[in-house]
């Protein structure tokens, strides 16, 4: 049998959805002919999403680089096709790059606030990200990197997920 899950509020099919499942307990073989009739079956259920927070506060997305101008230029050209959310500081920490990476960044700041922060050498991730935190007083906080490319609203969809109750995502 086969078993199809859509979402409740727009019938769009679950990734990777219908799949096949088997009827009874694993190594029982089953042979009465009522199951069967199941065998070709495809079962449908919906699943509904929870609901997400309206929430508005500060986003800090935290970038590190190094001469990575061409992925910075693919990433805010994905974010600005899918990014809905508009309380966003983008905080690029360079370490000493010698390609265009400015270059990018001062060309997107028409369209984001961005804060390129230039240590002139190579840190690590760690003390990096601890850095460009120390330097925003946003409420969220999104580690990206520099070579991630948004196929969707992901900065809302992330925000809006949560609450007192979840921390992270």
């Known amino acids: 049998a086969k078993l199809a899950v859509t979402f409740a509020d727009n019938d769009q099919d679950l990734g990777k959805s ?4 088997a009827i009874g307990r694993p190594g029982v073989y089953l042979s ?34 190094r001469d990575g ?10 974010i600005s096709l899918h990014n809905s959310y508009k309380n966003i500081e983008f905080i690029i920490i360079d370490h000493g790059s010698i390609d265009q990476s400015n270059e990018v960044c001062s060309k997107w700041s028409k369209e984001f606030y961005i804060r390129f922060i230039d240590r002139k050498k190579n840190y690590s991730y760690s003390a990096s990200n601890n850095y460009a935190v120390s330097l925003t007083d946003a409420e969220y906080l ?16 992330g925000v809006g997920c949560l609450s007192v109750e979840v921390g992270i995502v």
Do not use: C, T, W
Not at 18 to 21: A, E, G, M
Not at 45 to 63: E, Q
Not at 69 to 78: I, K, N, P, T
């Open 18 to 21: 219908p799949q096949s499942i």
């Open 142 to 157: 999104f580690f990206l990197n520099n070579d991630i490319q948004f196929d969707g609203d992901l900065i809302a969809r």
């Open 32 to 65: 009465s002919s009522s199951v069967k009739k199941f065998k070709h079956e495809v079962y449908r259920s919906k699943i509904v999403r929870p609901p997400l927070n309206v929430v508005d506060g500060k986003v800090a997305a935290i970038v590190l680089n």
């Open 69 to 78: 101008a061409d992925m910075l230029e693919d990433m805010f050209s994905s």
